[in-house]
Each structure stands twice: as C-alpha cells, then as structure tokens.
Nanobody, 118 residues
Framework: QVQLVESGGGLVQAGGSLRLSCVAS????????MSWYRQAPGKERELVAS????????NYADSVKGRFTISRDNAKNTVYLQMNSLKTEDTAVYYC???????????WGQGTQVTVSS
C-alpha cells in the first residue's frame, strides 16, 4: 500500500509564496510520474503540474506557467510545488498524485488547503 502526505499549505496574501511537499511512503520501488492537481470550490479538479521519473519532463497548466515550479527528490520519494506570485484564483485544495509501475489509476494524497487573500 502507498500513502501520500501533503504539507505546506496555508493562508498567504496575493503576491506571496508557498512551497508544498508530498511524501510517498509504503512499498515503493520506483515512482514514475509525480504531479499536483488542485480543486477550487465549485470547480473540477485540474492538473497543475507534472514531472516524469527522470525529472526532466515537466508539464504545467497555462495559468501557472512562470509562477509555479515542480521538482522531485527521488531518494526521498518526495515531490514539491514552489508557488510564487500567488493570486486569489490559486485558492484551492492541492493534491499530489503519483504513479508506480503496475498501477493505472495512481495514488492520491489527502490534499492541503491553499488560500490566497487579496
């Protein structure tokens, strides 16, 4: 079984920064893609950023390009999301998701709330 625990969320003023972390634990031999999603009230969950296993292939939502940076530490089974120049529209619950070999649906974390005030 794989567990994911996110941390780093909170309340920040517009223009501020936060760094989210997500640590995977359990029987893990390899993690393929690691990603961050978010879900704002009344909206569908959307992909924010993803990174391939080698750490070289990244993908970002247009709304966060140039402001957010995804990174990973494979030795620690951890994925990060550095969020700069935060906007009120970034307010959401942020979830990490990983894929390990042999799984199709992947594993989700429990989510961490990010609230950006004006």
């Amino acid at each position: 079984q794989v567990q994911l625990v996110e941390s780093g969320g909170g309340l920040v003023q517009a223009g501020g920064s936060l760094r989210l972390s997500c640590v995977a634990s359990g029987i893990i031999f390899r993690i393929n893609m690691m990603s961050w999603y978010r879900q704002a009230p009344g909206k569908e969950r959307e992909l924010v950023a993803s990174m391939g296993s080698g750490g070289h292939t990244t993908n970002y939502a247009d709304s966060v390009k140039g402001r957010f940076t995804i990174s990973r530490d494979n030795a620690k089974n951890t994925v990060y999301l550095q969020m700069n120049s935060l906007k009120t529209e970034d307010t959401a619950v942020y979830y990490c998701k990983i894929w390990v070999p042999g799984t199709v649906s992947g594993y989700w974390g429990q989510g961490t709330q990010v609230t950006v005030s004006s």
